[in-house]
């Protein structure tokens, strides 16, 4: 088994793998020169310095998962020798193969262009080493570093309320009128855009950047459409993440919004699943059959837990026992814990059943035709979590389980039992 990508939807996969019995040759190319690591704190305790490198490994230390792993950029897939070649001209070929790629930030046009190099992005332990040394400067400045934020997203929001707690003085910059609308939802978008002035954060929103004034390679203000000028120390752009899927291209895998697939991860060719190929986490769009289209999670748990089931079609043995999905989220920001569960876009209806200006806590719960679909809470775990048991069994999704005829044969009949997949090979070409 060959996975591609090794963050922490390839390393779920590894783990599911070897926890379904598989007990072949397990390879993971991964472009990074780290193992897998975990993301959400380069945003939150590491990029604010109260987390370690070491403290956002994902492995423990002495798992082995008899994984080779390999530093090195898948360039192509050949889904008919089903088999990938690499930045470095290597090329591995495999019976089943995990795509995990995950996505990278993406850079606004103009702002990228001979990049100043105090416009900054954050996707990666490098990226946060890189923000973190401009909010806290070696020789510090006689006054506040100025952060500019360009999206009021999770991750511009997250930084944001970061680097205040730092002592920056922080400005986020959306396009949008209403930030957060896209995801809370027209009745509690607006509510959230309270949260940043508790950090001291100032929002503007309904704002365009017009254009940029550098000086000796760095970026030094930003102009926006009404003529107002941001002076700045950093800008970070934070409006989102596009997936890794160039690569593929040209591959007859299907690709829209990420790596189109099944509700069980396999990846699609023409509309039809491929054989011995699935996708997993930030790269891949499963179908979800609440909203009747393929969609990309983009969160942390996702990546977590739908591998397993991927691996288990991949493998050809019964999906081990899970949580039904039910799609989720947290962010940390300004203080309080912001968790999301269940989906809010289909809701005809939203009632706070918990609401407090004072503490910003509330919990909101988004029905359609009177049926709750999604919860979202602020600081309520214990509410919360009531609530995201409730839709688990009413929403949650186990999809049937067709495997795959061609990788190996039929599933046995009584639990996860080891299956081998045989031919897995490295060629170096
Ligand atoms: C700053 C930040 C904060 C976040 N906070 C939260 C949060 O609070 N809550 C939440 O739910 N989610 C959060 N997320 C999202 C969550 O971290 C992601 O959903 C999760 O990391 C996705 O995992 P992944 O393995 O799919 O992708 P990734 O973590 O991106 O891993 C993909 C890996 O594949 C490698 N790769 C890419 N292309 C290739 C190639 N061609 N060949 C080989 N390797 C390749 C990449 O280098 C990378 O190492 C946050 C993300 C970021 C960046």
Redesign the pocket.
């Known amino acids: 088994m060959l996975v ?7 390393l779920s996969a590894a783990r599911a793998a070897r926890e379904l019995g598989f007990g072949g040759p397990l390879t993971v ?4 020169i780290h193992r897998p690591y ?3 704190p ?3 305790d590491y990029l604010a310095g109260t987390a370690s490198r070491v403290d956002i490994d994902l492995q423990a230390e002495g798992e082995d998962l008899r994984v080779d792993w390999v530093q ?4 192509s897939l050949d889904l008919g020798r089903r088999a990938i070649t ?1 930045a470095t001209g290597s090329s591995y070929a495999a019976d089943g193969i995990v795509l ?6 993406r850079m606004v046009p103009g702002l990228g262009e001979g990049r100043p190099e105090n416009v900054l992005t ?3 332990i490098e990226d ?1 080493d890189r923000l973190r040394s401009h909010l806290t400067p070696l020789a510090p400045r006689n006054r506040p570093t100025r952060l500019v934020v360009l999206g009021a997203g ?2 511009g929001s ?1 930084v944001a309320s970061t680097a205040a707690a730092l002592g920056c003085q922080v400005t986020v910059v959306d396009r949008e009128a209403q930030p957060l609308l896209r995801l809370y939802g027209p009745d509690l978008g607006p509510r959230l855009e309270a949260l940043p002035a508790r950090s001291g954060v100032t929002v503007i929103a309904d704002a365009a950047i017009s254009s940029v004034e550098t000086s000796s390679g760095q970026l030094v203000s930003v102009t926006l459409a009404d003529g107002r000028s941001l002076p700045l120390d950093v800008l970070l752009v934070a409006v989102g ?1 596009a997936p ?1 899927t160039a ?1 593929l291209v040209g591959s007859g895998l299907d690709l829209a919004d990420g790596i189109s697939c099944d509700a069980q991860g396999r990846a699609l060719s023409d509309g039809q699943p491929v054989d011995g190929v699935v996708a ?4 891949a769009g499963w179908w979800d059959h609440h909203l009747l289209r393929h969609h990309r999670a ?6 977590l837990e739908r591998p397993a089931l991927a691996v288990a079609s991949l493998l050809g043995v019964p999906a081990p026992r899970r949580r039904p999905y039910l799609p989720y ?4 920001q300004h203080g309080v814990r912001i968790q999301m569960a269940g989906y809010a876009s289909l809701a005809d209806d939203v009632r706070l059943e918990v609401d407090d200006p004072e503490t910003a806590q509330l919990v909101a719960v988004y029905r359609r035709q009177g049926e709750p679909v999604a919860v979202l809470a602020v600081s309520r775990p214990r509410e919360f979590t009531r609530w995201r048991k409730v839709l688990t069994t009413t929403l949650g999704h186990v999809p049937d389980q067709p495997t795959f005829a061609s990788a190996v044969a039929a599933p046995a009949a009584a639990g996860p039992t080891p299956r081998h997949l045989t031919t897995s090979s490295k060629e170096l070409s």
């Open positions: 591609v990508g090794a963050g922490l939807a390839g190319v991964g472009g990074e975990d993301r959400p380069l945003s939150k090195d950029t898948a360039v690499t995990a790629t995950g996505s990278s930030a954050l996707r990666t946060a999770l991750i997250e993440a890794e690569w997993v986490g930030d790269c983009q969160h942390w748990t996702d990546a989220f947290w962010s940390d």
